[in-house]
């Protein structure tokens, strides 16, 4: 019985290794020994029938609530950034496509507009001609010039694009089977808006520098034709007032002898008056030799104009 009594006080008193082991235990505070799980008991519950339904278990890679609590904010934000970062990449990946279909649009007009001027006809050589071109070269001019807006608006678009996404790498050659990065696929869609955005950029330069080109040769072959004809009428009554003062002179077999010397001295005073016939008549061949130069030949009415002009002053001289 004595020793029945000392083995219970050791019990109760803590000092006996097994007991404190026991009491230790984390099954006796409600915690099952589970490998890696940090429990936190929760309240006893009681059933209708006064026992107890356990213990809930949580289940923490941190250990405690606060722990929990940092891990869903950190999660949380992880998808936010991932959200931000996705919606960037869909409106950069938009923007981008809508820029290079309307840059190629523009490639693709300019490029069909500069055939078509080269297909039109070289400049006539009458004023009839002229102006008939210059009236459908003009509407071919405000046909370019009303796309200027649209061409304009999508190359500062660019610009602006390529100051939010420049790129200074060398282009990269990739091998087979690696993938492009979504920041090299960035600097690619870049380089590839830059490249679009020069080639319109100097079509546009070229096109609208030809359409001048063509409108200023045809204003000043407009104007030189325009001279030449008002010349040729002018010469025309000039040599035909000349031609009349010649048929009317005398043979030289019928002239009296006193009245020679007046008539020698008609003739040098008729040379004279020749003189201005003479002048237009080179201001008209250089007017026609300019208009060779450029490129631009005489209508056949014209020719033939001036060639019997030329005839009847050779013969008249």
């Not at 891990?71 to 998808?79: D, Q, R, T």
């Not at 936010?80 to 490639?107: P, V």
């Not at 007009?109 to 050589?125: C, F």
Request: charged share 25%; aromatic share 6%.
């Amino acid at each position: 019985r004595r020793a029945a009594t000392e083995a219970l006080a050791r019990f109760q008193g803590g000092s006996d290794p097994a007991a404190t082991s026991i009491t230790s235990s984390p099954l006796a505070a409600g915690r099952p020994s589970w490998p890696g799980c940090h429990c936190v008991p929760c309240q006893s519950t009681v059933d209708g029938e006064g026992q107890e339904e356990g213990t809930e278990c949580r289940r923490l890679r941190g250990g405690s609530p606060h722990q929990t609590g940092d891990m869903n904010l950190c999660w949380n934000e992880i998808k936010r950034k991932s959200h931000n970062i996705r919606a960037r990449l869909e409106a950069f990946s938009d923007n981008s496509g809508k820029l290079q279909l309307s840059l190629q649009e523009i490639i693709e007009w300019l490029t069909a507009k500069d055939e078509e001027l080269s297909e039109q006809l070289p400049i006539g050589g009458d004023v009839g001609a002229v102006q008939h071109q210059r009236e459908f070269h003009q509407a071919f001019m405000e046909d370019v010039k009303s796309r200027g807006p649209f061409i304009y608006s999508v190359l500062e678009s660019a610009q602006a694009f390529l100051a939010q996404h420049p790129f200074q790498e060398p282009e990269e050659t990739l091998t087979d089977g690696k993938e492009v990065s979504p920041r090299r696929r960035i600097l690619n869609v870049s380089r590839s808006v830059w490249k679009q955005a020069n080639v319109a950029s100097d079509l546009w330069e070229k096109l609208t520098a030809r359409c001048v080109d063509r409108h200023r040769h045809m204003e000043r072959t407009l104007e030189r034709l325009l001279q030449i004809q008002a010349a040729m009428e002018e010469l025309a009554v000039a040599l035909e007032q000349a031609e009349g003062v010649r048929d009317a002179w005398e043979p030289v077999g019928d002239l009296f002898i006193d009245s020679l010397q007046d008539h020698i001295d008609a003739t040098k005073l008729f040379k004279e008056e020749l003189t201005q016939v003479k002048e237009g008549m080179k201001h008209i061949n250089d007017l026609a030799h300019q208009l060779a130069i450029s490129d631009v030949h005489l209508s056949m009415e014209n020719a033939r104009a001036l060639e019997h002009l030329n005839s009847r002053w050779k013969v008249l001289q």
